[in-house]
């Protein structure tokens, strides 16, 4: 299993953090923020990661992709941790995606992967109906109507929901809330009679929505996968994106710690460097040693992504639950080493921890992986 990244891959992450640096400062997510942009994102900088290749990377070549994994894809989100890059890249590409690549018929992966990684339409993935992220407690009914399929209930927390061209969604087919049995995933036009969205004012600033569907139509050619047997695609799709996210994390970290301790280095208290005092000293070592052990961990997140399905979830789960852990403590520790001005808005340091604290919650937060890693070994079976 690699643990660290390739010649490629370092060279991919070297170009992406030049490119985001250039184009996609935590200055511009200060401007769309500001001037309260519906799109969330800067058009002509998500024009240049489609030029970069960045849209093809994770799918095969016999789909259009560039076939460059998933180890790929973590060194760019990595970066775009460093900047808090905002893009469709996540929700279109690592989720939408997905879904199409692993679970398309022939007609749907020509209908929509070309022009995912032409960057011309955007996508978004509709699961969670709660206040946690439990995709087993899928509720949104899909009721067999005639030739096709009719979609009633809400979903919440849907990442990039309100400006996605398409929806891939997780409805009940048959069975009860909280079985893993009986989902089924569904293609759905966002402009589709019934569907309604509204917009979420997220901390992070980033897009999030509420999509409810009224009596919401779609054909049998919009079913993904087979009827009722759509948990294990459901599970590799979130995988891949709960991998992406703890890299992003990891960016996110990492840019904390380097800023924490440049300022250590320099604010003056006593007549002397604060980073000279033995305490803070401590903190910033734990912050290091950690933030080291998360990158091993999401490098095997990310190295296990397209490896045997036990081995993905328990890998995945570590790595989102241990990166969650640590991006906690750091981002508490950047803010009280900082002073009362690490909360201000006058620093990024504010705008890394809110987007840290939205990251760990999405896709299933600590408790969450925490749990679903112990099931993966065995661990609550010889607890019990």
Same mark, same amino acid.
């Given at each position: 299993?690699?643990?660290?990244?390739?010649?490629?891959?370092?060279?991919?992450?070297?170009?992406?953090?030049?490119?985001?640096? %250039?184009?996609?400062?935590?200055?511009? *997510?200060?401007?769309?923020?500001?001037?309260?942009?519906?799109?969330?994102?800067?058009?002509?900088?998500?024009?240049?990661?489609?030029?970069?290749?960045?849209?093809?990377?994770?799918?095969?070549?016999?789909?259009?992709? *560039?076939?460059?994994?998933?180890?790929?894809?973590?060194?760019?989100?990595?970066?775009?941790?460093?900047?808090?890059?905002?893009?469709?890249?996540?929700?279109?590409?690592? *989720?939408?995606?997905?879904?199409?690549?692993?679970?398309?018929?022939?007609?749907?992966?020509?209908?929509?992967?070309? %022009?995912?990684?032409?960057?011309?339409?955007?996508?978004?993935?509709?699961?969670?109906?709660?206040?946690?992220?439990?995709?087993?407690?899928?509720?949104?009914?899909?009721?067999?109507?005639?030739?096709?399929?009719?979609?009633?209930?809400?979903?919440?927390?849907?990442?990039?929901?309100?400006? %996605?061209?398409?929806?891939?969604?997780?409805?009940?087919?048959?069975?009860?809330?909280?079985?893993?049995?009986?989902?089924?995933?569904?293609?759905?036009?966002?402009?589709?009679?019934?569907?309604?969205?509204?917009?979420?004012?997220?901390?992070?600033?980033?897009?999030?929505?509420?999509?409810?569907?009224?009596? =919401?139509?779609?054909?049998?050619?919009?079913?993904?996968?087979? =009827?009722?047997?759509?948990?294990?695609?459901?599970?590799?799709?979130?995988?891949?994106?709960?991998?992406?996210?703890?890299?992003?994390?990891?960016?996110?970290?990492?840019?904390?710690?380097?800023?924490?301790?440049?300022?250590?280095?320099?604010?003056?208290?006593?007549?002397?460097?604060?980073?000279?005092?033995?305490?803070?000293?401590?903190?910033?070592?734990?912050?290091?040693?950690?933030?080291?052990?998360?990158?091993?961990?999401?490098?095997?997140?990310?190295?296990?992504?397209?490896?045997?399905?036990?081995?993905?979830?328990?890998?995945?789960?570590?790595?989102?639950?241990?990166?969650?852990?640590? @991006?906690?403590?750091?981002?508490?520790?950047?803010?009280?080493?900082?002073?009362?001005?690490?909360?201000?808005?006058?620093?990024?340091?504010? @705008?890394?921890?809110?987007?840290?604290? =939205?990251?760990?919650?999405?896709?299933?937060?600590?408790?969450?992986?925490?749990?679903?890693?112990?099931?993966?070994?065995?661990?609550?079976?010889?607890?019990?």
């Amino acid at each position: 299993m690699n643990m660290v990244f390739s010649e490629e891959q370092r060279l991919l992450a070297d170009t992406a953090r030049d490119f985001l640096e %250039a184009h996609c400062p935590v200055a511009a *997510l200060r401007r769309l923020r500001d001037g309260k942009d519906g799109l969330g994102y800067d058009p002509e900088a998500w024009r240049k990661m489609v030029e970069l290749g960045w849209t093809a990377m994770p799918f095969p070549e016999a789909l259009g992709g *560039l076939d460059f994994g998933y180890l790929g894809m973590g060194a760019v989100f990595e970066q775009m941790g460093r900047t808090l890059a905002a893009s469709p890249l996540f929700a279109t590409v690592v *989720l939408g995606g997905s879904a199409l690549a692993l679970g398309g018929t022939p007609a749907q992966q020509n209908a929509h992967l070309p %022009a995912i990684i032409a960057g011309e339409r955007r996508f978004a993935l509709a699961v969670d109906e709660g206040r946690r992220h439990d995709p087993a407690a899928t509720a949104l009914a899909a009721r067999k109507t005639g030739d096709g399929y009719t979609l009633d209930g809400d979903k919440v927390f849907v990442l990039d929901g309100q400006v %996605a061209d398409w929806l891939v969604v997780a409805a009940r087919t048959s069975g009860q809330a909280g079985e893993r049995a009986g989902i089924s995933l569904f293609l759905v036009e966002a402009g589709a009679p019934g569907l309604q969205r509204q917009g979420n004012a997220m901390l992070d600033s980033r897009n999030a929505a509420r999509i409810r569907f009224n009596s =919401v139509r779609v054909s049998a050619d919009a079913l993904l996968g087979r =009827v009722d047997e759509a948990w294990d695609l459901l599970e590799e799709i979130l995988d891949r994106g709960r991998a992406c996210l703890a890299a992003e994390m990891l960016g996110i970290g990492q840019w904390l710690f380097d800023t924490t301790i440049k300022y250590l280095k320099e604010r003056i208290q006593f007549d002397a460097p604060i980073g000279s005092f033995q305490a803070l000293q401590h903190r910033a070592a734990w912050m290091y040693a950690e933030l080291e052990l998360a990158r091993s961990a999401v490098m095997a997140g990310l190295a296990a992504v397209n490896g045997a399905p036990e081995e993905r979830r328990q890998l995945v789960s570590l790595a989102k639950a241990k990166m969650g852990t640590v @991006l906690e403590r750091i981002s508490g520790e950047a803010v009280q080493m900082h002073g009362g001005i690490g909360v201000t808005d006058e620093l990024d340091v504010g @705008l890394y921890l809110k987007r840290g604290r =939205v990251a760990r919650h999405a896709l299933g937060d600590n408790d969450f992986h925490a749990q679903r890693y112990g099931e993966g070994i065995g661990l609550l079976e010889r607890l019990s």
